[in-house]
C-alpha cells in the first residue's frame, strides 16, 4: 500500500503539471520567454511552499470530496494572490492573463482531485492499515459506523489495562498492551488510533507513542476529553513545548475572510442606500428630544473586549441611571433588561425601536470591525458579568446587527432560550445561514416586533 508520503508526492507533481498547463493555456503572444520561465517557476515554488505550511496534502483522501477539494483551492488562491501581486508589479502583466490563469488553475485542479480521489492511488492510500488502542463508549463509536469501515481497514484493537474488550464487539481482539509492539509488526499496522478511556493510565498512552515512534508508524491520538460536540482543537506552542488550544470557534477558512467582505460590502452599500434614513432620523432625533443625535456605549465584543457602539438616541439624557430603578417591571428575565411602554423613551425613541432603525449607526461599528452583520447582539458589560459560564460562549465570536434571535425569538423568549438560540448560529454558522437571517430580518424589522 502507497503510504502518505508518497501520495502525497504523487499529488504534488499532478498539481505542478496542472499549474504548468495552466500557464500554458492562459499565455499571450509576444510575451518573452525570460517572463514565462520566471513566472513559472514562480508559481510552482509558492504553491509547493504554500501547500505545505498550510497543510494541503495532509488532508486524507477517505475524508468527504468536499474537503479535499477545498484544500486545493485554498492553497491555490493564496497562491495566486502572492504571485499575481509580483506578477502585475514587475513584469507588468495584464490583469486579464491573471484572472485566466486563476481560474484555469481552479478548474484544473478541481478537476485533478475529482478524478483522483477515484484512482487506485487514492483508493489504496485512502484504506490503511489500523490498529485501535483502547476500549470504551468512544472507540466504539470510532469505528462503528459504515464510514469509518469503508475508509479505515481496522484490523483489531488492544484494550488498555482496566478496560473492558466487551465494550468492541464489532473487532477482533489481538492481544495485551504489553505486547503492542509484536502486534504492531505481526498485522502489518500502518496507522495506530489511540483511544483512551477516562480511566487509562498516562503511562500507558505514552508508551503506546513510544511504541509507534520507535516502529515508524503514524499514531493518532483521541483523548477522552475532545469528546465535547463543537470543541474545535489547534496545535499550540508556548516556549517551544507543543499543546492542543480548544475553542468553540467556526474552523478559520475561506469562509470568514468570506464573512468579513460580505460584512464590508454589505455595510458600505447599507450607508449609501439608506443615507436618507439616517439624516430623517438624525433630525428626528434632534428636533424632539434635548441631547445629542448619537448614543455611544460601551458593549462587548469577541473575546470580552470591550467597544463602543453607536445607536441613535431614543431615551432621554440620563435614562441609564434609572434602568436598575425599573428593573422590576422588565418583561425579560435574566441579566437583559426589556419594558413595555417605557417612561424614558422620547417622542420618537419607541418608533425609532420598533422598526430597528436606532440601530442604523452600528453600520459604522460593522466597517471598523468591532461588529458584523450577522452575530449575536453586543451586551452591555454588566449584563456579561451576570453569565453562568455556557452563556459567556455568546461573546466567542464576533457580535452583530442581527442572529437567530432577532428574526425568530425576538422578546417572546426567555434569556436562556435566547442564549440558545445565539449558541446554535456558533455552532451551525455558514455564510448560507447568514445570508438566509439577513433576508428574514428584513421581514422581522417591516413586521415591526422591535422593543
Known amino acids: 500500500?502507497?503510504?502518505?508520503?508518497?501520495?502525497?508526492?504523487?499529488?504534488?507533481?499532478l498539481d505542478l503539471g496542472c499549474i504548468a498547463v495552466a500557464l500554458i493555456a492562459a499565455r499571450q503572444s509576444g510575451t518573452g520567454a525570460y517572463a514565462d520561465s520566471a513566472r513559472l517557476v514562480l508559481y510552482l515554488a509558492t504553491w509547493t511552499v504554500m501547500a505545505e505550511r498550510l497543510g494541503a496534502y495532509l488532508v486524507p483522501f477517505h475524508r468527504s470530496p468536499f474537503a479535499v477539494v477545498r484544500a486545493a483551492l485554498e492553497t491555490w488562491g493564496i497562491t495566486a494572490a502572492i504571485v499575481g501581486l509580483v506578477d502585475l508589479s514587475v513584469f507588468e502583466t495584464p490583469s486579464a492573463f491573471e484572472w485566466r490563469v486563476v481560474l484555469l488553475g481552479a478548474l484544473l485542479l478541481t478537476i485533478q482531485r475529482l478524478l483522483l480521489l477515484r484512482s487506485p492511488l487514492a483508493v489504496a492510500a485512502a484504506r490503511p492499515r489500523v490498529l485501535l488502542v483502547g476500549a470504551c463508549d468512544s472507540a466504539a463509536a470510532l469505528t462503528g459506523d459504515k464510514g469509518s469501515r469503508r475508509s479505515l481497514d481496522v484490523r483489531g484493537f488492544v484494550p488498555f489495562p482496566g478496560e473492558q474488550p466487551s465494550m468492541l464487539p464489532?473487532?477482533?481482539?489481538l492481544g495485551e498492551l504489553k505486547a503492542i509492539e509484536d502486534v504492531l509488526v505481526d498485522h502489518r499496522i500502518d496507522l495506530a488510533l489511540v483511544c483512551p478511556s477516562d480511566?487509562?493510565?498516562l503511562g500507558d498512552v505514552h508508551k503506546v507513542f513510544q511504541i509507534c515512534d520507535r516502529t515508524g508508524l503514524s499514531a493518532q491520538f483521541f483523548p477522552p476529553f475532545l469528546g465535547l460536540e463543537n470543541l474545535h482543537a489547534s496545535l499550540t506552542w508556548i516556549d517551544g513545548r507543543l499543546g492542543l488550544s480548544l475553542q468553540s470557534l467556526p474552523n478559520r477558512s475561506l469562509s470568514l475572510l468570506g464573512k468579513r467582505a460580505m460584512d464590508l460590502g454589505g455595510a458600505a452599500l447599507g450607508l449609501l442606500l439608506l443615507l436618507p434614513a439616517f439624516v430623517a432620523c438624525a433630525l428626528a432625533v434632534k428636533l424632539t428630544s434635548r441631547g445629542p443625535v448619537f448614543f455611544p456605549q460601551d458593549r462587548v465584543g469577541r473575546n470580552g473586549e470591550v467597544f463602543r457602539c453607536f445607536k441613535f438616541r431614543t431615551m432621554k439624557v440620563g435614562a441609564q441611571q434609572q434602568q436598575e430603578h425599573l428593573r422590576p417591571s422588565s418583561i425579560q428575565d435574566g441579566p437583559a433588561f426589556k419594558m413595555k411602554n417605557d417612561p424614558r423613551l422620547t417622542r420618537v425613541g419607541g418608533f425609532l425601536r420598533r422598526y430597528s432603525l436606532d440601530e442604523l449607526p452600528q453600520l459604522l461599528n460593522v466597517l471598523l470591525g468591532d461588529m458584523s452583520l450577522v452575530g449575536p447582539r453586543p451586551p452591555i458589560p454588566s449584563e456579561v458579568e451576570r453569565y453562568t459560564w455556557w452563556q459567556r460562549r455568546r461573546t466567542s465570536v464576533k457580535p452583530g446587527l442581527t442572529c437567530v434571535w432577532q428574526v425568530w425569538g425576538r422578546n417572546r423568549v426567555s434569556f436562556k432560550r435566547w442564549v440558545e438560540m445565539d449558541l446554535y448560529y456558533i455552532d451551525n454558522w455558514s455564510l448560507w445561514l447568514d445570508l438566509k437571517l439577513i433576508a428574514h430580518t428584513v421581514r422581522a424589522v417591516i413586521r415591526g416586533t422591535g422593543m
Do not use: K, W
Not at 464489532?170 to 481482539?173: A, D, E, K, Y
Open 1 to 13: 500500500m502507497p503510504s502518505r508520503r508518497s501520495t502525497g508526492t504523487a499529488t504534488l507533481l
Open 170 to 173: 464489532h473487532l477482533q481482539p
Open 199 to 201: 480511566h487509562a493510565v
